[in-house]
Each structure stands twice: as C-alpha cells, then as structure tokens.
C-alpha cells in the first residue's frame, strides 16, 4: 500500500470523492508557496498535485503558464521543488503528493537523480503530460521501479481501443481531462463526465479524478457526485496570481473542498 492508495480506500470507505488541489511550486515565490501548500490539509485538500515549473507547458492555459514564469522569474528550479517537498514532509507524513508537469526538466535533471530525489523527498507519484504510453520506458516504468505511481491523464478523445493503452502502466489513478482543450478553458459537465468516468473506473480498476473544468464549489459537487476525485487547478492559481494572501487563497481552497464534500 502507498499514501494513494490508502488515502482513496478510506475515503471510499467514507463514501466521498476526494478533493485534489494543484498549486504551482515557487508561485509567486518558493516561501509563499510552501506557506500555501503547508495549509491545503487543513483546508480540506486530500491529494496535493504541485506543479513543476516550465516555460513551455502546452497543456495548460494562461493561468498557469504565468504560474509558471512567476516561479521562474522568483527562482524556482526542480531542485528547489523537491526541497520543498522534503519540507512539507518534516510534518506531514500522511497527505500524498503528486508531481505534475513535463518531461524537459526531468530529463535535463537525469532521470535516475530525479526519482531517487523525488522518493526521498516523499513524492507520491508523477503526471508527466508529454510522455504517451508509447515512451514507457523514458519514465514510466523507472519511476514503478523506484515505487513512484505514475498517473496517466485520459481525456474525452480516448475511446475503447486506446484506453487499454492508457491504462496499461497507470497507478495510483487515472485523471480524466474533462474538455477538449487547454486547463481553465471551460467548464466540466457532469452529465457527460458521467459515462466516461464509469468506462474509465470499468476498464482499470482505479479511482478516476476529474479536472480541467471545475472553478466552483458547485461545479465540485457536481463533478463529486459521479467521479472518485475532483481536482482544481486554475482557480486557485488565479487567486495566488491576483496577489491574494495565503490566508484568502487558503479560505477559497476550502470552500472547494467543502463543496466537493457535499457530494457524497
């Protein structure tokens, strides 16, 4: 068993989806950001996805792309988030944390020092968007062996004969891209996240988190309800860009999780 893993066998045990949240590492700059990050537990946050910074993210929108050239601009390299990883760890054992970002900055970091830092740092597992199933053996199944989850994203385009693919060396759980498109682009719909979370959990056996389109304590309740997990991203990292306090940002984060809560 992993912290993944147990963290969603309790929670199905309770009988609600979890709730992930995904900050930016260094954004707006590294102390802020852990001063964030130290309090999503508290804020109700069940999985930290924390952003590895990169000047080219083509999967997400503007919100994080200048997430992450502020946490560029302050400094922030892939050392630095694994320091503060570490950090967070020194107390808080139990809260899982997922890396999510792009694969330039692993390779160019070296892949064997990049996982070994990141289980000592206490990482959890990885969501490396730009490596399909086809490269595997870049990522993948070096960081299974090093006892990292890597989590696959499936999306609205992946049908039946791609999905076996998809799930082939996924764990911990798959995220569902709920558009077609870019991260804040629009809004999930659960009508037709629904089916496609059902197929998805069908086909792996895993929990299946939903993200990519929910803003709203209420949109997070309606995603809740037909899905293992809700993920925000955009919306909190809006809120950190806007120049809003730990404290305010912390608060917004809560009535997410409050509202995803609600769904069980």
Do not use: W
Request: glycine share 10%; with cysteine.
């Amino acid at each position: 068993m992993s912290r993944l893993t147990d963290r969603f066998a309790a929670l199905k045990a309770e009988g609600r989806p979890a709730f992930v949240a995904y900050v930016m590492a260094g954004d707006p700059n590294p102390e802020t950001a852990f001063e964030i990050m130290r309090g999503l537990p508290a804020a109700g946050v069940d999985v930290i996805e924390l952003g590895l910074p990169f000047t080219d993210p083509m999967a997400d929108g503007p919100a994080i792309q200048k997430a992450a050239l502020r946490a560029l601009d302050a400094g922030e390299t892939l050392k630095g988030v694994l320091a503060m990883a570490a950090r967070f760890r020194e107390a808080d054992q139990t809260t899982p944390i997922v890396l999510m970002g792009y694969y330039n900055p692993i390779y160019s970091h070296g892949v064997p020092a990049f996982l070994a830092g990141a289980k000592a740092a206490g990482v959890d597992g990885l969501i490396v968007v730009d490596l399909p199933p086809e490269e595997d053996e870049e990522l993948c199944l070096p960081a299974a062996e090093a006892g990292l989850h890597f989590i696959r994203l499936a999306t609205p385009t992946t049908d039946d004969e791609r999905l076996p693919m998809v799930a082939r060396n996924t764990s911990g759980f798959v995220y569902y891209v709920s558009i077609t498109g870019i991260t804040g682009a629009a809004e999930a719909n659960a009508a037709a996240v629904a089916p496609e979370v059902a197929r998805i959990r069908a086909a792996t056996g895993l929990p299946v988190c939903v993200g990519f389109g929910v803003r709203t304590p209420e949109r997070a309740r309606e995603i809740g309800r037909v899905a293992d997990g809700v993920v925000v991203g955009s919306a909190i990292v809006e809120k950190i860009g806007a120049g809003e306090s730990p404290e305010a940002v912390l608060a917004f984060v809560r009535s997410l999780s409050d509202g995803a809560k609600g769904a069980g």
